[in-house]
């Protein structure tokens, strides 16, 4: 997977698509794409199926999702959002469950809302079992999380520095922040064990 700022895609698309064949990237996740709805065929790649939200009402913005045709992938629909913008697919494969991927873009002059967040939390816990679910299931407390991010006086994030100018302290940074979020996911979860597909039907029908 391939998490990409373009700042304009349009004038970008050709190092977006070398980098995918380069590295055979299944997914990528665009953001800042700058594309208008007046473009909708804008910007696609061989082989790969692209999503799109586009900022409308005002200049640049956008997200996008590409993901390889051969990918059991279906696009969702995300519900409204006030600060975060975002286009997302729902994954799904034979030895796991459905997992929702979201291209995230928060524009710097926006705040983080924990509205927006919880929305897009949410939208993981849509799906029913399957036959090919794992019989056991991880419970994350969301709004625990939600909380939990809210606390900016902790070790980890007390160790980045304020001026961050080279691509090791870049790279410091984003190591730093995704150990704090999914240190705070597992803190916030528990493991419980997954219904079956029988036991979610209505108790009023009979199995044979």
Sequence with gaps: MLSYNA??????ILELE?????YSVDIILVQE?????????????????QLRTDRQGA?????ALYYRQTLNCSPIDIPPLINLEA???????SSHGAIIII???????KELLRSDVETLFALGDAGLPTENSPKNKTITSWRKV????????????????DNIETTDEIDYAIGALTNHIATVIEDSSRRSRR???????PKTFAYF
Aim: include cysteine; hydrophobic fraction near 30%.
């Design 7 to 12: 700042c304009g895609l349009a004038s970008s």
């Design 18 to 22: 070398q980098c995918a064949l380069e």
């Design 33 to 49: 794409t700058f594309l208008k709805p007046k473009n909708p065929k804008c910007c696609k790649l061989n082989n790969y199926v």
């Design 59 to 63: 200049p640049k913005g956008g997200t």
């Design 87 to 93: 286009t997302g697919c729902r994954l799904t494969m």
């Design 103 to 109: 291209s995230v873009y928060l524009p710097p002059k």
């Design 146 to 161: 939600s909380l939990l991010l809210e606390e900016t006086d902790t070790p980890i994030l007390n160790n980045i520095p």
């Design 195 to 201: 219904p079956t597909v029988a036991e979610n039907y």
